[in-house]
Nanobody
Framework: VQLQASGGGLVQAGGSLRLSCAAS????????MGWYREAPGKLRELVAT???????NYADSVKGRFTISRDDAKNTMYLQMNSLTPEDTAVYYC??????????WGRGTLVTVSS
C-alpha cells in the first residue's frame, strides 16, 4: 500500500484547508486509516481516524473544526480543516493500518497557519 498526501499550504488563522490522501496498491489489506500530525518540537499525534464500523475518532483539540471523510470509489481519504489556528501548524501524515499489524505512512504535507 502506498499513500500520497496532498493539500497542505499556508493559510491565515481562521481559514480552511482540505487535505487528501490517495491510497494505491493492495487497498483490500487496509483496516483503518487516519490522519496524524507532527508539530515542530513535538511528538507525532493523532488528529482523526476511522475506527471499526466506520465510526470516527478525533483529537479533542480538533473536534468541531476538522472532519475526516473518505471516498471509497477514489481510494481517497480527506481531512477538512476549518477555523485553523497557529497551533494547527504541523506536518500532516496519513496512516494506514493493514492486516497483520503492518502500518504504512504517507509522506507528510505541511500546513502552516499564520496569525
Amino acid at each position: 500500500v502506498q499513500l500520497q498526501a496532498s493539500g497542505g499550504g499556508l493559510v491565515q488563522a481562521g481559514g480552511s484547508l482540505r487535505l487528501s490522501c490517495a491510497a494505491s496498491g493492495s487497498i483490500f489489506s487496509i483496516n483503518v486509516m487516519g490522519w496524524y500530525r507532527e508539530a515542530p518540537g513535538k511528538l507525532r499525534e493523532l488528529v482523526a481516524t476511522f475506527i471499526s464500523g466506520g465510526t470516527t475518532n478525533y483529537a479533542d483539540s480538533v473536534k468541531g473544526r476538522f472532519t475526516i471523510s473518505r471516498d471509497d470509489a477514489k481510494n481517497t481519504m480527506y481531512l477538512q480543516m476549518n477555523s485553523l489556528t497557529p497551533e494547527d501548524t504541523a506536518v500532516y501524515y496519513c496512516r494506514a493500518s493493514l492486516h497483520g499489524g503492518i502500518v504504512r505512512w504517507g509522506r507528510g504535507t505541511l500546513v502552516t497557519v499564520s496569525s
